[in-house]
């Protein structure tokens, strides 16, 4: 990870980002290791033959990962001084890395460079094959930026759709008197598409400026917390969003200003603008489809795409025609006859739903779809973000205790009661190297992928459970059942199956101590890495591997209060490997915080674009009505009665619309968190709640602007202007 190293004068004082290492003839000792030695800055350390002073704590080292040798209490000093140590001898286990950071360019020819000069046990490593918890959260980070974007795209699109809609009923009777005066139909078509397309260009002009100036303010922001210089932003982004603009454009704006073309000029005389033809039709389904591609590309993930432009296809099909449905049940059914029967005006309302029951059905889809994101987006995302920060909680375990004895299981559970620890849950550990698969000798000579080829040449780490383990998940297979006869299957992790090209039904054959253990795999689990839990490659039945030589493994979190009790636990079990995971995990939790302020900063856009689609949604069927409350006024009707049909009307088209984006978030919702972001997601009540009030809210606001503006003309001037 990019970043600076950050030392304190002392233990628990203000750190502060570090100009270099340790100047020659001194060293730095991480916390725990101060804290262990029970030395300060200003005392000395003997190293190997060498003595040096401690010249500072250190507290943060950027690139520090998970390995066994990383995880271990920290010394760090000049190289200059390693040979007075006399520390590296034949056969000592050294490891150098080079860490290189820079322009994108200049970083894959690097990369380019040395992958082809690899040697044994030589190894690049990057945010595309870093370790497993850190990995995760940077997936999960873009999987969520490409969420909004999609989002945003789509809401824009509709957005686009309804506000051509009402700018090409605004100008019908326009087009229809310049066709009585020669114009010809391309003519029309060109002059529309040119003002639209001028305006598009624009708008993409502008989009591209907010989204560089929101680059540079994000990046800004997160240099400040990695301390250190973020590359700038290329031309890429611009040409996604010129070309998504142009797309959106024209698969939505097009299709209705076709209609503009085909307007007859009898229309003149009497309002009638014909019907939507095959052309319009066909222009939206090309539109949509050419737009399904682009955003696809633009996700990066073929999964997260794939899901939201279904989704939201599924769920347009679905609003209208639930809203349809249901709008015509309020209107006809016998509690509407009721309701009717009582008042002049709830019956105005009731009837008007009727009559407009298709464009009050688009209105509400159109509604439904703005809500769905806002919830989507406000609710849900803080389910899903929740779920996210649960998947690699602050008090995740941060020490792994190796090699327990079976006869120290019962001492080491005293020990942790009678010191007030929650006893962890301890799991068995048998040490095997796979030897065969399907009957045939496997060597690392069958591999060309460097972690698969290290992965055969070590042993692994076998386990046996009943149960499939509660931070595991089964996704493909069925567990194996013990009174069924299982003692020759096998449970193994999908990550390591993809590795070695491993699937279900294979057999595989493990030497454990000089004996073989032969079994099927009859199930593939999804495992957490960033819960910093007990995980395991192969999960075994409890009766074929119990009787091989077994030790034991745990993973506990200690608090601050705890930790003088790690060394006499370390002290009582001396043959205990007890591993300081703490300084990782701090690590990956500032990781996943700046992270997740990112994503919810980019989140605002495709908030914007969701109220832009209630808002075009409000306005869409604005001058129609207007029409029609001028005519009821100069039938007779009061002014309170033009109120309350309109509130009538718009209170059940907001309940609907509520309901549906109610329904349509926690799908989509419970859909990405699954299949997507891999995350249970708890139940949330209030939604039911939260997004009917919102719809009726948002509904009863607009009726009462309605009213407001219709009130105040006099119907003649309304029924002249738009007759």
């Not at 860490?99 to 360019?105: D, F, M």
């Not at 999609?150 to 009923?169: H, P």
């Not at 449905?325 to 309020?330: H, N, S």
């Not at 070695?500 to 039904?505: C, E, H, T, V």
Request: glycine share 8%; hydrophobic share 50%.
């Amino acid at each position: 990870m990019r970043g600076r190293l950050r030392s304190a004068p002392g233990l628990n004082q203000s750190d502060a980002p570090a100009p270099h290492g340790p100047a020659r003839g001194t060293v730095w000792l991480d916390e725990r290791l101060t804290s262990a030695l029970g030395v300060k800055p200003g005392g000395r350390v003997k190293l190997g033959n060498a003595e040096f002073p401690v010249a500072a704590v250190l507290t943060l080292e950027p690139d520090r990962g998970a390995n066994f040798f990383n995880i271990a209490p920290r010394l760090m000093m000049n190289k200059d001084d390693l040979p007075a140590t006399g520390l590296v001898q034949t056969g000592s286990r050294v490891y150098y890395q080079l860490l290189a950071a820079g322009e994108r360019k200049d970083v894959d020819e690097f990369s380019a460079w040395a992958r082809e000069r690899l040697g044994r046990g030589q190894r690049l490593e990057s945010l595309e094959n870093a370790r497993p918890e850190v990995r995760n959260t940077i997936d999960r980070a873009q999987s969520f930026l490409g969420l909004t974007a999609l989002l945003a795209a789509v809401l824009a699109g509709v957005a686009i759709a309804l506000g051509t809609r009402r700018f090409v009923e605004r100008h019908l009777d326009g087009c229809a008197v310049m066709r009585c005066l020669g114009v010809s139909q391309s003519r029309l078509l060109a002059l529309y598409a040119s003002e639209f397309l001028m305006l598009g260009l624009a708008a993409c002009a502008a989009g591209c400026v907010t989204g560089y100036a929101a680059h540079a303010l994000i990046a800004q922001w997160i240099a400040q917390l990695l301390q250190a210089q973020l590359p700038a932003a290329t031309a890429l982004p611009a040409l996604q969003g010129f070309l998504v603009g142009l797309v959106l454009l024209l698969g939505f704006a097009l299709p209705p200003l076709i209609q503009l073309k085909n307007v007859p000029a009898v229309r003149v005389m009497r309002r009638e603008s014909g019907a939507p033809r095959g052309g319009a039709i066909a222009a939206y389904a090309a539109g949509f489809a050419s737009l399904a591609a682009l955003l696809l590309w633009q996700a990066g993930d073929v999964k997260l795409g794939a899901i939201v432009v279904a989704g939201f296809a599924a769920a347009i099909v679905v609003f209208v025609a639930a809203a349809w449905l249901a709008l015509r049940v309020a209107a006809s059914g016998a509690l509407a006859r009721s309701i009717g029967a009582r008042s002049m005006a709830l019956r105005l309302g009731l009837a008007s739903l009727r009559r407009h029951s298709r464009s009050n059905a688009i209105q509400v889809a159109s509604l439904a779809l703005g809500l769905t994101a806002i919830l989507l987006l406000s609710i849900t995302r803080a389910d899903l973000i929740g779920a996210w920060r649960r998947a690699a909680p602050p008090d995740a375990p941060n020490r792994f205790m190796l090699n327990i004895q079976p006869d120290q299981l019962a001492p080491l559970k005293e020990f942790f009661a009678s010191n007030a620890i929650p006893m962890p849950d301890l799991y068995p550990m048998i040490r095997g190297r796979l030897a065969e698969v399907n009957g045939k000798p496997v060597s690392d000579r069958d591999f060309t992928d460097e972690r698969a080829r290290r992965l055969i040449e070590r042993e692994f780490n076998l386990s046996f459970s009943a149960e499939s383990p509660a931070h595991n998940r089964v996704v493909s297979g069925r567990w194996f059942d013990a009174r069924a006869g299982g003692r020759d299957e096998v449970s193994m992790e999908e990550g390591l199956g993809k590795t070695l090209g491993l699937k279900l039904g294979d057999t595989v054959r493990f030497n454990i101590a000089g004996e073989p253990y032969v079994a099927r795999i009859t199930s593939l689990r999804a495992l957490k890495w960033d819960s910093m839990k007990v995980n395991f490659f192969f999960i075994g039945e409890p009766a074929a591997l119990e009787r091989h030589p077994t030790s034991w493994i745990t993973s506990f979190r200690v608090a601050p209060e705890h930790e003088p009790l790690i060394n006499q636990l370390a002290a009582r079990f001396p043959n205990l490997t007890i591993v300081d995971i703490g300084a990782a995990l701090k690590q990956l939790q500032t990781v996943l915080d700046q992270v997740i302020l990112a994503v919810q900063f980019v989140f605002l856009f495709a908030l914007a674009a969701g109220l832009l689609v209630l808002y075009s949604a409000l306005v869409a069927t604005e001058d129609e009505r207007r029409r029609e409350t001028a005519v009821m006024r100069a039938f007779g009707a009061s002014s309170a009665q033009v109120v309350a049909a309109q509130r009538t009307e718009f209170a059940a088209m907001g309940l609907v619309a509520g309901l549906l984006a109610t329904g349509g978030a926690l799908a989509i919702s419970a859909v990405l968190a699954r299949r997507v972001f891999d995350l249970e997601l708890p139940s949330n009540g209030w939604l039911w709640l939260a997004g009917p009030l919102a719809g009726l809210v948002l509904l009863s606001v607009n009726a009462w602007l309605s009213s407001r503006k219709v009130l105040k003309v006099s119907p003649a001037l309304t029924l002249r202007d738009t007759g």
